[in-house]
T-cell receptor
Framework: DAGVTQSPTHLIKTRGQHVTLRCSPI?????VSWYQQVLGQGPQFIFQYYEKEERGRGNFPDRFSARQFPNYSSELNVNALLLGDSALYLC????????????FGDGTRLSIL | QQQVKQSPQSLIVQKGGIPIINCAYENTAFDYFPWYQQFPGKGPALLIA?????SEKKEGRFTISFNKSAKQFSLHIMDSQPGDSATYFCAASDESAGGTSYGKLTFGQGTILTVHP
């Protein structure tokens, strides 16, 4: 079975633009979480979605938003991009919500110029 | 209180050595402690996880030791190989947390392990 897939793999944007990142969970998994990993640091929790509803939210500004679709795939949207948003954005899926083992994709590398 | 502190930042061992990575936490509500391995250009991969009702767990060459009273846990890699060279992250979560912390994993800062042939 395919693992968590994320697209695109790399993205370059300029300050002030917006970006949409996409994630498809492992088949049969109904929950998706998003993390931001700045170079040299551990991932930071942004959101968890389960059954198309936001269930958890980390300490990120309202410029960050997400949604989950009926097929359980998800999008992360970031508006008004700042230089500090440059990071690897990781998506993780679990079979149900909560703290079941989270399986990560390889991420989207976002660079802000 | 939500932090997980990981040490050392980097670690170099010879092939066959036993690198040890340590993590400490403050939040006594944490009750699930996974370890992840990350290679350059890849996402974190779950290695092994432990819950506070056991003091040690082994899976292959990887062993987690857990000290609930000290609020510390560590990863040991037996007979380390050059292929084990990667960044290792400890993490923690509160499985009963609701609200905004639902599903949240709190990660340590990571340890870059290099195993020389």
């Amino acid at each position: 079975d395919a693992g968590v897939t994320q697209s695109p793999t790399h993205l370059i944007k300029t300050r002030g633009q917006h970006v949409t990142l996409r994630c498809s969970p492992i088949s049969g998994h109904k929950s998706v979480s998003w993390y931001q990993q700045v170079l040299g640091q551990g991932p930071q929790f942004i959101f968890q979605y389960y059954e198309k509803e936001e269930r958890g939210r980390g300490n990120f500004p309202d410029r960050f938003s997400a949604r989950q679709f009926p097929n359980y795939s998800s999008e992360l949207n970031v508006n008004a991009l700042l230089l500090g948003d440059s990071a690897l954005y990781l998506c993780a899926s679990t079979r149900t919500g909560g703290h079941q083992p989270q399986h990560f994709g390889d991420g989207t590398r976002l660079s802000i110029l | 209180q939500q932090q997980v502190k990981q040490s050392p930042q980097s670690l170099i061992v010879q092939k066959g050595g036993i690198p040890i990575i340590n993590c400490a936490y403050e939040n006594t509500a944490f009750d699930y402690f996974p370890w992840y391995q990350q290679f350059p250009g890849k996402g974190p991969a779950l290695l092994i996880a432990i819950r506070p009702d056991v003091s040690e767990k082994k899976e292959g060459r990887f062993t987690i030791s857990f000290n609930k009273s000290a609020k510390q846990f560590s990863l040991h890699i037996m007979d380390s190989q050059p292929g084990d060279s990667a960044t290792y992250f400890c993490a923690a979560s509160d499985e009963s947390a609701g609200g905004t912390s639902y599903g949240k994993l709190t990660f340590g800062q990571g340890t870059i392990l290099t195993v020389h042939p």
